[in-house]
């Protein structure tokens, strides 16, 4: 069973970057496409980005694209996501997540992503 910890979460304010990561451990984090998701207060859980589980790939919602970047590292199991130009309105609890069996493709929705860490807080100050 794999177990996905995020981190990197904080305290910013308006234009900063910060990057958060996804540690992965107990699975078999290169065959499985990864992605981001986030949830403010009130909201429904938002797909932020994900990529392609070799990495080949990589897809964006629209209110990050061109802004964030979300990568990966195969080798230490870890998934990354740098966020440049941050917004009050990208305050959330951000979550990595594991898509539903390996080898996906471009699945956006939630429902498509079965396993999931515990979240990391981003707030945008302005």
């Known amino acids: 069973q794999v177990q996905l910890v995020e981190s990197g979460g904080k305290l910013v304010q308006v234009g900063d970057s910060l990057r958060l990561s996804c540690a992965a451990s107990g699975g078999s984090f290169s065959t499985y496409t990864m992605g981001w998701f986030r949830q403010a207060p009130g909201k429904e859980r938002e797909f932020v980005a994900a990529?392609?589980?070799?990495?080949?790939?990589?897809y964006y919602g629209g209110s990050v694209q061109g802004r964030f970047t979300i990568s990966r590292e195969n080798a230490k199991q870890t998934m990354y996501l740098q966020m440049n130009n941050l917004k009050p309105e990208d305050t959330a609890i951000y979550y990595c997540a594991e898509q539903t069996g390996p080898y996906g493709g471009r699945r956006l929705g939630p429902i498509n992503y079965s396993t999931w860490g515990q979240g990391t807080q981003v707030t945008v100050s302005s």
């Open positions: 990529i392609q589980w070799n990495g080949n790939a990589a």
